[in-house]
């Protein structure tokens, strides 16, 4: 059967993928410590479980309007004003089937055939693919670990030109935990502000799992807002990834094109779970600072071990669960059996030889790194870097 081209252009999810590897080794019966994967091991809060369980009794089973209820656009919001600081209207509010698809469907209503797109490097393995869903062409833009992998406005203003249509910024970062301050997020308005026709798509999803104080939005500065399309969710800060609740605030004109869109191929998204995330927006916040405790005691404990191992370079993530060390010294090695030529070779060679499940960065356009989340318990997180830190010694 002959597929689209459109299908053919994309590559497919490397953390899905190596998730699933690891998955099939355990079915095997291999003991797999799981660091590839960018999901909180905790469970959902009890009060927004509760939520949920009086909605279904309570019959909220039918169709939503395409952009989401009501009471949760508002609930959204309310969360912008109180903090971000960033005042919306419920119809500059669409709601969809997580992060991952607001962002698409930005993409996809604001890039024609041949519009450029900035990406910062290292990226979220799916923001290439959608882009070139959308025929765009994705603009790389290099950031190493000396720079703790943050784009500076000399790089942006360089990487801009005429057929530049948007820029994705992730903060706190997937896959490398880095967080722009508020004042290198104005630094790149600054940018920006010359360059009128640039939409800044900003990824804020792990915006509460910060290590470093207040987010900050570049939609908050100086005339970014009517041109910034912000990305949020429940996923990340209330432990609710199957929940699948995303949402973008943007300009009205950016969101009704959206709402559009959604109208089109998936509808508004689980009844119940917009139930369930009006109540996390909208209720006492204090499991998310619970779980921003947990994660950062992680983060130091995972940071710490890391830097045990020699041949790892490692920055200190400000944001999100990843840690994202350079590993190039160990290109070229071998263990007598396997030689390690990329960043891929190195997460094959630790999930087939320590068991333990990692990511390579040549999927996250970072080809000297490799990803691993933390989102995991202690106990995991120092047998893991145990079975790295003894199967790196065998590579000579």
């Excluded at 199957?242 to 959604?262: C, D, H, S, Y």
């Excluded at 509808?267 to 950062?296: H, K, N, W």
Aim: charged letters at 20%; hydrophobic letters at 40%.
């Amino acid at each position: 059967m002959r597929l689209s081209e459109r299908l053919n252009r994309l590559a497919p999810s490397a953390t899905l993928a190596m998730s699933q590897k690891s998955a099939e080794l355990k079915a095997q019966g291999i003991d797999i410590i799981n660091l590839s994967v960018g999901e909180p091991d905790f469970n959902t809060p009890d009060h927004i479980k509760a939520a949920a369980k009086q909605a279904v009794d309570d019959n909220w089973s039918r169709y939503s309007p395409v952009p989401g209820y009501p009471a949760l656009r508002q609930a959204i919001c309310d969360k912008l004003l109180r903090e971000n600081g960033l005042s919306y209207q419920p119809s500059q509010i669409v709601v969809g089937n997580g992060a991952k698809q607001a962002v698409c469907n930005v993409i996809l209503a604001l890039v024609d055939a041949g519009d450029e797109v900035i990406i910062p490097a290292p990226y979220w393995v799916s923001y290439p693919q959608m882009v070139l869903m959308a025929d765009g062409k994705p603009v790389f833009v290099e950031a190493t670990i000396e720079q703790d992998f943050k784009m500076t406005p000399e790089q942006l203003e360089q990487a801009i030109t005429p057929h530049t249509r948007a820029l994705i910024l992730c903060s706190p970062s997937n896959p490398t935990g880095s967080v722009y301050t508020a004042a290198e997020l104005e630094a790149l308005a600054a940018v920006l502000r010359r360059h009128p026709d640039v939409v800044v798509i900003a990824d804020e999803i792990y915006e509460h799992i910060n290590y470093v104080g207040a987010h900050a939005s570049i939609a908050a500065c100086e005339g970014m807002k009517e041109r910034t399309a912000v990305i949020n969710g429940v996923s990340k800060a209330y432990a609710m990834t199957g929940w699948r609740i995303g949402f973008v605030a943007a300009p009205e004109a950016l969101a009704k094109g959206v709402n559009k869109l959604q109208g089109q191929y998936t509808s508004g998204p689980c009844s119940v779970s917009q139930i369930a995330a009006t109540e996390a927006f909208a209720a006492d916040q204090q499991c998310v600072e619970d779980m921003r405790q947990a994660f950062l005691r992680r983060k130091n404990l995972i940071v710490s071990l890391a830097r045990e191992i020699p041949g790892f370079e490692v920055n200190d993530p400000a944001g999100a669960f990843y840690l994202f060390p350079k590993i190039s010294a160990y290109f070229g090695k071998t263990d007598g059996e396997r030689v390690i030529q990329s960043s891929t070779d190195f997460a094959l060679y630790l999930l087939e030889v320590a068991h333990v499940a990692t990511v390579g960065g040549d999927a996250f356009g970072s080809p000297e790194c490799f990803r691993m989340s933390y989102a995991t318990s202690d106990d995991n997180i120092v047998e893991a870097m145990r079975r790295i830190k003894e199967a790196c010694a065998r590579l000579r």
